[in-house]
Each structure stands twice: as structure tokens, then as C-alpha cells.
């Protein structure tokens, strides 16, 4: 006997959420994510640029050092 296919209902989002009935919770959790969002833009910006200068600092002393020179980088003491 051959035996039928049922359909099975498809899930709304993956992991079976649904959507929220209240539509002032699902602004608020959108409004949620996208702060969360730019707040991780924001660090992985900074933390891009810090690198970046280190990486030009590094090379500097690197060329200053590779020239011979001495005194690549000088330890700023404060006045007295």
C-alpha cells in the first residue's frame, strides 16, 4: 500500500519564532537590533582604525630602526 504525503505547515522564521501580535513589540525589538547593530559597527570601526594605526606606528619605527638611526622612539618625560 502506498502510503500519502501530508503536508506539513511551514514555519513563519527559522527556529519556529513567529511574529509578536503586538505591533509596538515587534518596532521595538527592530528598533532594538538595529541599535545593537551600530553599536558593533561602531567597535569593529574603532577597533579597524586603532589597528591601522598601530600597524603605521610599527612601520615607522620599523624603517627608523632598519636605517640605523637611533632613537626611534623617544620616552616623552613630562616637565618638571
Known amino acids: 500500500m502506498a502510503r500519502k504525503a501530508t503536508a506539513r505547515p511551514r514555519r513563519a522564521r527559522l ?3 513567529s511574529e509578536p501580535d ?3 513589540q515587534a518596532e521595538r525589538d527592530r528598533r532594538a537590533t538595529n ?3 551600530l553599536v558593533m559597527f561602531a567597535l569593529v570601526a574603532g577597533g579597524g582604525i586603532w589597528l591601522a594605526k598601530a ?3 610599527a612601520r615607522r619605527a620599523d624603517e627608523c630602526i632598519a ?4 632613537n626611534c622612539a623617544p620616552i616623552e618625560v ?3
Not at 636605517?67 to 637611533?70: A, L, P, S, Y
Open 22 to 24: 503586538d505591533p509596538h
Open 35 to 37: 541599535i545593537f547593530l
Open 67 to 70: 636605517t640605523g638611526r637611533r
Open 78 to 80: 613630562p616637565p618638571r
Open 15 to 17: 527556529g519556529g519564532m
Open 55 to 57: 600597524m603605521v606606528d
